[in-house]
């Protein structure tokens, strides 16, 4: 009879104390994350030149398009140079997030080949801490490299007819992409030793805007780019920034943007894992 | 008094191979706690890979391990929360400053901002950087920087540090403090030590043990002068006041070598005491006077040669 509420009691301890340590190590996770994230963007506030450098290639893109090639180039989506501003500006955001990517594998392989790496791994801190501050440390370089390109795109004539709820649609889905594409250059970065080689494996991120929507539309390509630049994951997201930022609903390329934002952040977070453990 | 504590490191039949290259090849070792263990030998005799091993960077093929009473493989985060390792390079964050370098760490240790801000002043000023505290490590020297990385290592006060080649490429002042440096460490606080170096007088210096390795194999291991005793080469040299007693000291003590012109006599030392007392007995029945007697016992460079003997590329 006096069994049971001893068993009772016992298992709710030994369920508090499990509770307790998973708590605790939560806790220490987001703790030590937000560290390695102060280190990251006291890195960003004292050498601005990495972020400059990738911030300036999409602005200097989108000059080049709208003043060197946006008379033709909007003569042939049916327009003229300030329709292809409002065609061109969501290909040269996510060619942005591309080009920070290649910033962040670089400081990602920087970390890694220097001594800092290895004192950290031999302290009791939350292990994925040290990766964790570099995605989140990009993301806030993303938002600034974003930001900017846009700021340049309404100078030169970009009108957006989004509501607040489109906005809040954009907000989101370059939130989730920027993500996904910092986990994959966080895992590239460690895939050689090599600073040099580790920072230009993202490099070929920045072609795929082009091998996609972002500078003129699919159907003018031959039959097999068309197919690639249709089914490559930077055309969804595309598509849904120009349908958004258009004020257009953007339905199912919105949920094909999050398939494939998801399917890349997961995928390159368990293999940056696997390499920063190996 | 302290001989019940268990050590701060034990190994036994620790192996590692890197393919089908062998870097360990069944170390065994025992450091007791509050010394410094000097792990002594050439480039690419297996230090490094000895030290990962211990501070849990990498696991061992086999081996039973045990640091700070923790294995290594299995509760790295218990052995962790044990140990301050200073690597062989210089593991600074030099965008950052020495003073953002140490807070860093006190964050990591989770110290809290107050005792974590006293903390790093205090290590500051022990290792002589409050000048720079506020400059970036990039712009530090070579000295500075060692005296940063260890300083970042004590934030969290380890009972045990590791210090893999901690002066390598130090100049011979920055050397000398860093020597100093470890000495009050162990004097002060209490520590173990584990250091690894290729410096012969550096481990006889600092060490209360060495064990050389080379090729991956413990070749000796002991107190510096127990290991200096392990190679033949000593003697005594005495020198006399004047020709009359270095002639009948000559004649009645055996020498193997001698110096005429400056009176001196070289005798073999085996390394015992009793050699010594010998030939003072032997001295004073005589009536000789002596002007200087020393002891040259091999230094550790003739056994570093002796037993590392590598094969010739």
Do not use: C
């Amino acid at each position: 009879m006096t069994t049971t509420p001893t068993t009772t009691t016992t298992t709710t301890a030994t369920t508090t104390t499990v509770t307790a340590t998973v708590t605790a190590t939560a806790m220490r996770a987001i703790t030590d994350s937000a560290t390695m994230t102060r280190r990251q963007l006291k890195h960003l506030w004292r050498y601005p030149t990495l972020i400059l450098t990738y911030t300036g290639v999409p602005v200097v893109f989108l000059l080049l398009f709208v003043y060197v090639f946006g008379g033709t180039m909007g003569a042939g989506i049916g327009g003229d140079r300030a329709t292809y501003v409002g065609y061109l500006t969501p290909g040269i955001i996510v060619t942005a997030i591309a080009g920070a990517a290649q910033g962040t594998a670089i400081s990602v392989a920087i970390d890694m080949t220097e001594g800092i790496i290895a004192r950290f791994k031999t302290m009791a801190i939350a292990r994925v801490s040290v990766l964790t501050g570099h995605v989140l440390g990009a993301l806030v370089q993303n938002f600034i490299a974003i930001t900017t390109v846009t700021l340049v795109a309404v100078l030169i004539g970009f009108r957006s007819a989004a509501s607040a709820l489109d906005w809040l649609g954009v907000i989101g889905l370059l939130a989730m992409f920027t993500f996904a594409i910092t986990w994959l250059s966080v895992a590239l970065a460690m895939v050689t030793k090599n600073v040099a080689t580790a920072s230009n494996l993202p490099m070929p991120l920045m072609v795929l805007p082009f091998l996609g929507s972002g500078f003129v539309p699919p159907e003018s390509m031959p039959a097999p780019l068309r197919w690639f630049a249709e089914h490559q994951p930077f055309t969804p997201v595309i598509e849904t920034l120009r349908e958004l930022l258009a004020g257009r609903p953007a339905g199912t390329t919105f949920l094909a943007a999050a398939a494939w934002s998801a399917v890349i952040a997961l995928g390159s977070y368990l293999w940056a894992r696997k390499l920063y453990n190996r | 008094m302290h001989t019940s504590r268990p050590p701060a490191i034990s190994v036994t039949g620790l192996r590692k191979s890197y393919g089908t290259h062998p870097v360990l090849s069944g170390i065994d070792l025992t450091i007791p706690q509050g010394t410094i263990f000097s792990l002594l030998g050439p480039n690419g005799a297996g230090k490094t890979t000895t030290v990962q091993i211990l501070s849990t960077l990498i696991k061992p093929d086999a081996g039973d391990i045990r640091v700070a009473g923790h294995d290594p493989a299995k509760e790295p985060d218990h052995v962790r929360a044990a140990i301050g390792v200073t690597g062989q390079f210089s593991a600074i964050d030099t965008f950052l400053t020495g003073e953002e370098n140490l807070r860093l760490m006190a964050d990591l240790l989770h110290l809290g901002r107050t005792p974590g801000r006293r903390r790093a002043h205090e290590l500051l000023e022990r290792f002589d950087l409050t000048d720079a505290a506020h400059q970036p490590a990039a712009t530090y020297s070579g000295g500075m920087r060692r005296r940063l990385d260890l300083a970042m290592t004590l934030v969290g006060t380890p009972r045990l540090i590791f210090l893999d080649e901690p002066t390598t490429g130090l100049d011979p002042r920055s050397r000398r403090t860093m020597w100093q440096i470890v000495k009050d460490l162990v004097r002060q606080n209490g520590v173990t030590i584990f250091l690894t170096t290729q410096y012969l007088e550096e481990a006889d210096q600092l060490a209360d043990h060495i064990a050389l390795l080379s090729q991956g194999r413990l070749v000796a291991h002991g107190t510096p002068d127990e290991l200096k005793r392990l190679v033949p080469g000593g003697h005594i040299a005495v020198r006399f006041t004047d020709e009359n007693a270095y002639r009948r000291a000559l004649h009645h003590l055996g020498a193997t070598t001698h110096d005429d012109a400056t009176l001196t006599a070289h005798l073999p030392h085996t390394g015992g005491v009793k050699t010594l007392k010998n030939l003072l007995d032997r001295l004073d029945t005589h009536a000789i006077d002596v002007a200087e007697l020393t002891v040259h016992t091999p230094d550790l460079d003739d056994v570093f040669l002796t037993l590392t003997k590598e094969p010739a590329p």
